[in-house]
């Protein structure tokens, strides 16, 4: 399961790794809010129920990155998976600070990133998460990759969009391809794994080594395994996330967007999606969850 921003918390992880993920990210973590503050430590620390996970750092200095990798493998211990590096954020709020995408145009410095975090946490993997390139029609995936490679980067996800298009228009998969033929490190596909079927195709058309699936798992945790789930699954599914989240400790502010997501395309999705929106507590939101399987199954 991909990292992703606002959404990959503890309890997403745990239903995704319930789900057949074979690994989970966290949200993407600020080294300058780990060196400066408490607070960005709560996106790192896993749940007590959970197994290994990858910890996703951001920022642009390899001092900071350095620091932040040793003490987060201090920190984890053998829960931690790996460290990935975000070279891939197309927000301009990131990429202005020369952070997230804004690295694909320094691979001087982004190699430096990789030693950095290497030195910090010596024998724990370091991977990077690309895109294409950073500007419509200019690809770099693949010479950069090389550069991270020889850095000493265990694998690169790489999705296969320009940053300057966020989410919009299709991946490229054949990005993705030019990258495999062009390192000899695991390459990870990323980029529109919105169902098993597109993961298993990917796969097949890219000679990835694996795929990371972001908002493929949107409602649907079922995506790394194929199951087709049923209505009756769904509603319990989001209510077993709406007890995942209120035990973890997390905002459950989040559970008004998992409402959307796992009722979508049910009868009256509308209706259950804006009843969510204003609940504040857990029992308000398991409310909406019985009242849609009374009136849907």
């Given at each position: 399961?991909?990292p992703m921003a606002?959404?990959?918390?503890?309890?997403?992880?745990?239903?995704?790794?319930?789900?057949?993920?074979?690994?989970?990210?966290?949200?993407?973590?600020?080294?300058?809010?780990?060196?400066?503050?408490?607070?960005?430590?709560?996106?790192?620390?896993?749940?007590?129920?959970?197994p290994e996970i990858?910890?996703?750092?951001?920022?642009?200095?390899?001092?900071?990155?350095?620091?932040?990798?040793?003490?987060?493998?201090?920190?984890?211990?053998?829960?931690?998976?790996?460290?990935?590096?975000?070279?891939?954020?197309?927000?301009?709020?990131?990429?202005?600070?020369?952070?997230?995408?804004?690295?694909?145009?320094?691979?001087?410095?982004?190699?430096?990133?990789?030693?950095?975090?290497?030195?910090?946490?010596?024998?724990?993997?370091?991977?990077?998460?690309?895109?294409?390139?950073?500007?419509?029609?200019?690809?770099?995936?693949?010479?950069?990759?090389?550069?991270?490679?020889?850095?000493?980067a265990a694998a690169?996800?790489?999705?296969?969009?320009?940053?300057?298009?966020?989410?919009?228009?299709?991946?490229?998969?054949?990005?993705?391809?030019?990258?495999?033929?062009?390192?000899?490190?695991?390459?990870?596909?990323?980029?529109?794994?919105?169902?098993?079927?597109?993961?298993?195709?990917?796969?097949?058309?890219?000679?990835?080594?694996?795929?990371?699936?972001?908002?493929?798992?949107?409602?649907?945790?079922?995506?790394?395994?194929?199951?087709?789930?049923?209505?009756?699954?769904?509603?319990?599914?989001?209510?077993?996330?709406?007890?995942?989240?209120?035990?973890?400790?997390?905002?459950?502010?989040?559970?008004?967007?998992?409402?959307?997501?796992?009722?979508?395309?049910?009868?009256?999705?509308?209706?259950?999606?804006?009843?969510?929106?204003?609940?504040?507590?857990?029992?308000?939101?398991?409310?909406?969850?019985?009242?849609?399987?009374?009136?849907?199954?």
């Open positions: 399961m991909a606002g959404v990959s918390d503890a309890a997403y992880r745990l239903m995704a790794r319930a789900g057949g993920a074979a690994l989970a990210y966290s949200e993407m973590v600020s080294c300058a809010g780990l060196h400066y503050g408490e607070k960005s430590w709560e996106l790192v620390d896993p749940d007590p129920a959970e990858a910890v996703q750092l951001f920022g642009s200095k390899p001092e900071l990155f350095r620091e932040s990798a040793e003490r987060v493998a201090a920190r984890l211990g053998e829960r931690l998976a790996l460290i990935d590096v975000n070279m891939a954020c197309p927000v301009p709020k990131v990429t202005k600070k020369g952070e997230g995408s804004a690295l694909l145009e320094n691979p001087e410095l982004a190699a430096k990133i990789v030693r950095a975090c290497r030195e910090g946490a010596p024998g724990v993997d370091v991977t990077v998460k690309i895109r294409r390139g950073r500007y419509m029609g200019q690809e770099v995936a693949p010479e950069f990759a090389r550069a991270m490679e020889d850095a000493g690169v996800a790489v999705h296969g969009r320009f940053a300057t298009q966020m989410y919009h228009g299709e991946a490229d998969w054949g990005a993705v391809s030019r990258v495999v033929d062009a390192v000899g490190i695991p390459v990870i596909a990323s980029g529109d794994m919105l169902s098993h079927g597109a993961a298993r195709r990917a796969l097949a058309e890219t000679g990835a080594t694996a795929v990371m699936v972001a908002r493929g798992t949107y409602g649907n945790p079922w995506v790394f395994s194929g199951h087709e789930p049923t209505p009756a699954e769904r509603i319990a599914a989001f209510a077993c996330h709406v007890r995942l989240l209120d035990a973890t400790g997390a905002h459950l502010k989040r559970a008004r967007s998992l409402a959307g997501w796992y009722f979508k395309g049910m009868p009256d999705a509308a209706r259950w999606r804006n009843a969510a929106m204003s609940c504040v507590t857990a029992e308000e939101f398991l409310a909406v969850a019985a009242e849609v399987r009374a009136h849907v199954l």
